[in-house]
């Protein structure tokens, strides 16, 4: 079985901040791993995805994120944090022979100005 | 990345009619879509996978004959809720992979509020 823990329902950075959003996983067999950032009344949006090769992903806006396995974990970051970069983000899991994607429970970024 | 359009963002119905809500994948073609529910501030949860040409598989305490879904075509998937209730209301989003493996990111649309009064 896979799951995805992300530590911290709430983050709040100020603007140019960095930012560190944390995820966990637990996966018994190589995972793939992906980031989805969600705005208000919107669906999700892909940020970026980890698929076996560099474990450093860089993604869309500025993200990026470190697949590190000895430590089950795959943050997500970006050096300076934007006020429009406030929405909720979500951590997944999906692997090779399932067809599902695992969501964490959600993290939602404040950035003060 | 590859485009999934749903439809109706938003929607207010009476309590006991139905309602449908479609999902497609515009620029690809996707044998499978997944239907999920979210609850204001909460994760999605995953109500069922939609598969083309044949009957949808339906995660545990998810009620198939309340929401029924049809996958007809590998672009077009729709969620109805039937006889629906003010505790129905809530967000619905649809998704489908791209590619046939687990590496293929999931792409989602822009989701459908549902409101019953």
């Known amino acids: 079985a896979q799951s995805v823990t992300q530590l911290g329902s709430h983050v709040s950075v100020s603007e140019g901040a960095l930012v560190l959003l944390r995820c966990n996983y637990s996966s018994s067999v190589p995972p793939y791993l992906f980031w989805y950032v969600q705005y208000p009344n919107q669906g999700l949006q892909l940020l970026l995805k980890y698929t076996s090769a560099a474990t450093l992903v860089k993604g869309i806006n500025g993200f990026e994120a470190e697949f590190k396995k000895s430590e089950t974990s795959f943050h997500l970051t970006k050096p300076s944090a934007h006020m429009s970069d406030a929405a909720e983000y979500f951590c997944a899991v999906s692997n090779t022979g399932g067809f599902k994607t695992i969501f964490g429970a959600g993290t939602r970024l404040f950035v003060k100005a | 990345g590859a485009v999934v359009s749903q439809h109706p963002s938003r929607v207010i119905c009476k309590s006991g009619t139905s309602v449908k809500i479609e999902c497609r994948s515009l620029d690809f073609q996707a044998t499978t879509m997944f239907w999920y529910r979210q609850f204001p501030k909460q994760s999605l949860m995953l109500m069922a996978t939609?598969?083309?040409?044949?009957?949808?598989?339906?995660e545990q305490g998810v009620e198939k004959d309340k929401f029924l879904i049809n996958h007809a075509s590998l672009t077009l998937s729709t969620l109805t809720v039937t006889s629906a209730h003010p505790e129905d209301s809530s967000f619905y989003i649809c998704?489908?992979?791209?590619?046939?493996?687990?590496?293929?990111?999931?792409?989602f649309g822009q989701g459908t509020r549902l409101t019953v009064v």
């Open positions: 998704s489908a992979r791209e590619g046939g493996t687990g590496a293929g990111a999931a792409f």
């Open positions: 939609s598969n083309e040409g044949s009957k949808a598989t339906y």
